[in-house]
């Protein structure tokens, strides 16, 4: 087997991590690797233990060893349920599920319990699972001497079954691909860092392994990071949300230049009719007093603009964003009060871009095409910028791209303009093929990607028509 091209490192500030051992090319598999173990959120819904698909209490059957709900006798056969099976049964007796469709308490014990039976049933994994970093949790579950007790843990002390939550909840990824989403942990991509500006991403497989991707040129000696969270969200968000998740106060370069590489995802409008300056403190890493704009030197206090702003983002998180008439509306309210890629922008053409192109292209109007291509085109340089990792996103917006150029060319109506148009597209969407060549085909990304196939067979029709 070729060696990977990344070693692990270690110093007392990162701890362990992943350095490059060569350059690698945008678009490498860096690694893949199947979790150490998967299973139920903390907080969920009443889930079938084998399937991940959420049950009613008509859709489902308790198992008939261990009482946990299930879809049928496969799923109660599935290997994805014996660890949580046998040490339920071990207990004496069987767990009852009553309420569906609430938050069921009873299954923050499940993927706990999933991680103890590794070290009776794979403990190289166990050995793994235990090396990776704990942090003291302050999320809302049950105490461990509780969980030890109804399961009759006698085995284990409260510490270890502690230390197993914590390493859970710290190093959890969320799996998308089952029919609810599931935590997931994994090894050697539990090592990557943190970046707003990641070099990497990560996917998944239609069987739960993850794929670690390189999302750009990655030279010998970088650290691999991937982005631990939204990266489309402005710099006080990012930092708050990471101290609040992963208990640290990000200071990347990204977080340290308050224009985020002159995307202006954080700038607000001047509001001086006469100046077309955008306003912005000289960083967000300290107690912010006052905003400067950039043109005419006017200054604005932290507290009016904070005001401001909390109320812009009570609308957006308000508004309903399944609605392209509130988008639009709230896109025109506050094209003169924040930057046309202000992080709210984004947020709402986002939802935006994503409904008019779930539409039939053919038959969005003239004017929709067009805010559909702006928008869209917007979109594509702030990601390209300040989130290159976001493959996903990046071969969506590039596929609605060449799905718009080609349909406002056709109404046109000019055959030469046309045929152009449609080779600069087959361009496109080569590319968007790239960003999505790894994703598995239960995600619409990964359906997407099997659609650009279609779509560049049509183009190649036309462009050999005479
Ligand atoms: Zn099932
Ligand atoms: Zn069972
Ligand atoms: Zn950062
Ligand atoms: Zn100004």
Redesign the pocket.
């Given at each position: 087997m070729e060696a990977p091209p990344y070693k692990i490192c270690f110093d007392n500030i990162l701890g362990r991590h992943l350095v490059a051992t060569h350059s690698i090319d945008c678009g490498t598999v860096i690694l893949e690797e199947p979790p150490l173990v998967r299973g139920p959120f903390f907080h969920t819904y009443a889930v079938c233990l084998a399937c991940g698909k959420i049950l009613t209490e008509a859709s489902s059957r308790p198992c008939s060893k261990c009482g946990w709900p299930l879809c049928d006798e496969n799923c109660e056969k599935s290997p994805n349920h014996q660890p949580e099976c046998i040490l339920t049964v071990a207990r004496g007796n069987k767990i009852s599920i009553k309420n569906f469709g609430v938050s069921n308490p009873n299954y923050q014990f499940v993927t706990i319990l999933r991680a103890l039976y590794l070290k009776q049933a794979a403990p190289e994994m166990w050995e793994k699972l235990m090396q990776l970093q704990p942090h003291p949790i302050d999320v809302n579950i049950a105490p461990p001497s509780f969980i030890r007790k109804l399961f009759k843990l006698d085995d284990w002390s409260e510490d270890k079954i502690k230390k197993v939550a914590e390493i859970l909840t710290i190093n959890g990824h969320e799996l998308p691909i089952a029919r609810s989403p599931q935590l997931a942990v994994y090894d050697k991509t539990s090592l990557l860092e943190?970046?707003?500006?990641a070099n990497c991403t990560k996917t998944f497989t239609n069987e739960g392994h993850v794929l670690v991707i390189a999302a750009r040129q990655i030279e010998e000696n970088e650290h691999l990071s991937i982005c631990y969270t939204d990266p489309l969200w402005g710099?006080e968000n990012?930092?708050l949300h990471?101290h609040q998740t992963k208990h640290f106060w990000?200071?990347?370069?990204?977080?340290?230049d308050p224009s985020e590489m002159g995307t202006n995802i954080n700038s607000i409008r001047c509001p001086n009719e006469s100046c077309s300056g955008f306003v912005l403190p000289k960083t967000f890493l300290q107690e912010i007093k006052i905003w400067n704009c950039d043109s005419c030197d006017a200054v604005f206090s932290n507290d009016n603009i904070s005001l401001l702003l909390g109320k812009i983002g009570a609308e957006v998180s308000e508004m309903p964003k399944e609605d392209a008439a509130a988008c639009k509306q709230f896109i025109k309210k506050y094209d003169k009060v924040l930057a046309a890629t202000h992080f709210y922008m984004i947020d709402v053409k986002m939802a935006l871009s994503h409904m008019l192109s779930s539409e039939n292209y053919e038959e969005l109007s003239y004017n929709d095409l067009k805010l559909l291509f702006k928008t869209t085109e917007e979109l594509k340089m702030v990601a390209e910028t300040i989130a290159p990792a976001e493959r996903r996103l990046l071969g969506l917006i590039l596929y609605r791209l060449a799905k718009t150029k080609i349909e406002m060319a056709r109404r046109d109506d000019d055959e030469g303009k046309f045929r152009s148009v449609l080779a600069e597209s087959r361009n496109d969407f080569c590319e968007a093929r790239l960003f999505l060549a790894n994703e598995p085909t239960v995600l619409p990304e990964g359906r997407v990607c099997l659609k650009i196939g279609l779509e560049l067979k049509l183009i190649d029709d036309l462009l050999t028509k005479k």
């Open positions: 943190h970046c707003c500006q710099v990012r930092r990471l990000c200071s990347c370069s990204r977080c340290e």
